[in-house]
């Protein structure tokens, strides 16, 4: 398995913090590089590049502004933004590109379900794939919370939706804070490795922390569950933590180099012992 972290492109000392704990890859927001300007992008491939670290993944493919669902979805406004979006970003190489935009692809209240399902499908078909085909990247649909969208809420939506699709490009992403939050059975996992393509994982019952040797025996169980279950699946693909740094609590035992910043020592401490701990599941 590889292991990675979610951080924002212009996080450089993170980058490096990232390399020099033992990450794999990172994974950044993908809408977020929409606005950003060419030479900020560059920067950001600078600094990959001088860490000797790329980034694999990236999330939050469609930003909220535009509506995916409903009477007034907007098809001809988001094939236009993925047409310029993967333009624009075709040079950091990702290989994955998570799509969970609950706000994008939330449907309102009194639209059925199913057309909303049948419009997520549309955009998927027309507008996703051939760009992923141009681009040589794979689609992880991400099954979120009902506390985040009201649509694609469990590992069994997202699959579904697969199997309709029914194309190599279209895969599934496994959320382990989403699949606790909505107390699924997280070992079904093990039957899906022929359309697991990318996990997330944080602490589901602790704020979306970083997942620790010291979380509560509810946590660890969960996490326990979830390689085993990654393992009889015969998953060796990416894991990046999507949370936050909080969890760990003190962490002055913790050896920190001296270029690490203040501002970055909890962060550098977390990643550290949170990749150890998944480390020692494998």
């Not at 990232?18 to 950003?36: Q, S, V």
């Not at 992403?173 to 996992?189: F, M, P, Q, R, T």
Request: charged share 30%.
């Amino acid at each position: 398995m590889r292991f990675g972290n979610c951080i924002s492109y212009k996080d450089t000392k993170r980058i490096k913090i990232l390399k020099e704990t033992g990450f794999d890859y990172i994974e950044t927001g993908l809408a977020p590089l929409y606005t950003a300007k060419n030479e900020e992008i560059e920067k950001f491939l600078e600094d990959l590049d001088e860490n000797k670290i790329k980034c694999e993944a990236v999330n939050v493919l469609f930003p909220g502004g535009i509506t995916l669902t409903g009477e007034n979805a907007e098809f001809e406004k988001a094939g236009g933004y993925i047409n310029e979006i993967f333009e624009k970003t075709k040079n950091i190489g990702f290989k994955y590109v998570v799509f969970g935009s609950g706000g994008a692809r939330k449907f309102p209240e009194g639209f059925p379900k199913e057309k909303a399902i049948e419009q997520i499908i549309k955009t998927i078909k027309e507008y996703l794939i051939p760009e992923a085909v141009k681009y040589n990247f794979t689609v992880a649909i991400e099954e979120l919370n009902k506390s985040e969208t009201n649509i694609i809420n469990t590992v069994d939506e997202a699959e579904y939706i697969i199997k309709i699709i029914n194309n190599p490009k279209i895969k599934l992403l496994a959320d382990l804070y989403h699949i606790g939050i909505e107390n699924e059975d997280v070992s079904k996992l093990s039957k899906k490795g022929e359309i697991l393509a990318h996990c997330h994982i944080a602490n589901p019952y602790n704020k979306r922390f970083y997942p620790q040797k010291t979380d509560d025996k509810k946590a660890k169980d969960l996490y326990k569950i979830f390689f085993e279950s990654l393992k009889a699946a015969k998953y060796e693909n990416r894991i990046s933590i999507e949370g936050s740094p909080g969890g760990l609590g003190d962490i002055k035992n913790i050896e920190i180099p001296d270029w690490v910043d203040e501002e970055n020592k909890q962060f550098y401490a977390e990643s550290k012992k949170s990749l150890e701990f998944m480390k020692s599941h494998i």
